[in-house]
């Protein structure tokens, strides 16, 4: 593939330095003649896309009508034939090999990668035993080995088994939560907003940064205390710092907060002086 591209690059350089000097020529002999500097230079240009298009339409044709000639009388010898052939079968096996060395399995995906592999594997072998001995491919390429399997490591078994571990405990926890909030909100909220609310706390326990949402109306019967302990609780719970626990619950409930300053919703959001209606619980985090 390398060797065609370097030919096609140096045909094309040779075309273009050809038309070229025949423009330079051309706009030589009308200076000769006594024409102006922008006369020249126009006959240079006109001259290389005229011969351009013409060499494209040579190309074209040649390709559309004389090729197909040339290849149907030389597909009569028996030797050309072959050669074509046998030519055709190394490319497609090339292109097989090198699908199969450079293809690794990338985590849960490594069993479908060894299936995938396997048929390439026995194709390959099958083509090559149609082919002469003298044309066979070898099983190894610059002393190496082809894998005919690629089985997930060890470590990769760990590791996985880790990580499904890891987001069973996170869905655990995010699930405490928001079955805290239904039951705690419940007569405060709207279905609408309940729904909503847990979608914004889903949010922002999936992202590092808060996420883009509208205000949430409560009931008159909470008051800004409520909201803070509510705040204190799910952020405790979600392993959220105070300070950005703060700045959501003040986005959220922009109208039951808008008297509070983030820092003293900061400030005050394990308070237990007052009266409330939602006390601290420590049992969700």
Same mark, same amino acid.
Request: hydrophobic share 40%; glycine share 4%; with cysteine.
């Given at each position: 593939?390398?060797?065609?591209?370097?030919?096609?690059?140096?045909?094309?350089?040779?075309? @273009?330095? !050809?038309?070229?000097?025949?423009?330079?020529?051309?706009?030589?002999?009308?200076?000769?003649?006594?024409?102006?500097?922008?006369?020249?230079?126009?006959?240079?240009?006109?001259?290389?896309?005229?011969?351009?298009?013409?060499?494209?339409?040579?190309?074209?044709?040649?390709?559309?009508?004389?090729?197909?000639?040339?290849?149907?009388?030389?597909?009569? @010898?028996?030797?050309?034939?072959?050669?074509?052939?046998?030519?055709?079968?190394?490319?497609?096996?090339?292109?097989?090999?090198?699908?199969?060395?450079?293809?690794?399995?990338?985590?849960?995906?490594?069993?479908?990668?060894?299936?995938?592999?396997?048929?390439?594997?026995?194709?390959?072998?099958?083509?090559?035993?149609?082919?002469?001995?003298?044309?066979?491919?070898?099983?190894?390429?610059?002393?190496?080995?082809?894998?005919?399997?690629?089985?997930?490591?060890?470590?990769?078994? @760990?590791?996985?088994?880790?990580?499904?571990?890891?987001?069973?405990?996170?869905?655990?926890?995010?699930?405490?939560?928001?079955?805290? !909030?239904?039951?705690?909100?419940?007569?405060?909220?709207?279905?609408?907003?309940?729904?909503?609310?847990?979608?914004?706390?889903?949010?922002?326990?999936?992202?590092?940064?808060?996420?883009?949402?509208?205000?949430?109306?409560?009931?008159?019967?909470?008051?800004?205390?409520?909201?803070?302990? @509510?705040?204190?609780?799910?952020?405790?719970?979600?392993?959220?710092? =105070?300070?950005?626990?703060?700045?959501?619950?003040?986005?959220?409930?922009?109208?039951?907060? =808008?008297?509070?300053?983030?820092? !003293?919703?900061?400030?005050?959001?394990?308070?237990?002086?007052?009266?409330?209606?939602?006390?601290?619980? =420590?049992?969700?985090?």
């Amino acid at each position: 593939m390398e060797q065609r591209k370097i030919e096609h690059i140096t045909l094309h350089l040779i075309v @273009f330095g !050809t038309i070229s000097i025949i423009g330079v020529l051309a706009r030589q002999t009308v200076l000769h003649y006594g024409w102006d500097e922008f006369s020249s230079y126009l006959i240079l240009v006109v001259c290389s896309i005229v011969i351009g298009a013409i060499y494209l339409n040579l190309q074209m044709a040649f390709r559309q009508l004389l090729s197909p000639t040339i290849e149907r009388c030389f597909m009569r @010898f028996e030797g050309y034939r072959n050669k074509t052939t046998v030519t055709g079968n190394l490319i497609v096996h090339q292109e097989l090999i090198e699908n199969i060395i450079y293809t690794e399995p990338i985590g849960s995906e490594s069993d479908t990668a060894a299936e995938v592999s396997n048929p390439s594997c026995s194709e390959l072998n099958e083509d090559v035993a149609e082919l002469p001995k003298e044309e066979a491919i070898p099983s190894t390429i610059n002393n190496m080995p082809i894998e005919e399997s690629n089985q997930p490591t060890e470590y990769e078994i @760990f590791r996985a088994n880790a990580m499904a571990e890891k987001e069973r405990a996170s869905q655990e926890k995010l699930d405490k939560v928001l079955a805290y !909030t239904k039951q705690n909100l419940v007569l405060y909220l709207s279905e609408t907003d309940l729904n909503r609310l847990c979608g914004y706390i889903t949010e922002y326990y999936l992202s590092d940064s808060l996420p883009k949402m509208e205000q949430i109306k409560v009931d008159a019967q909470l008051k800004t205390i409520d909201i803070m302990h @509510f705040g204190w609780n799910i952020g405790k719970a979600l392993g959220k710092p =105070r300070l950005q626990t703060a700045t959501f619950i003040k986005r959220v409930f922009a109208h039951t907060l =808008r008297d509070s300053e983030i820092s !003293t919703i900061e400030r005050k959001m394990s308070h237990t002086e007052s009266e409330c209606r939602i006390k601290l619980d =420590r049992k969700i985090a």
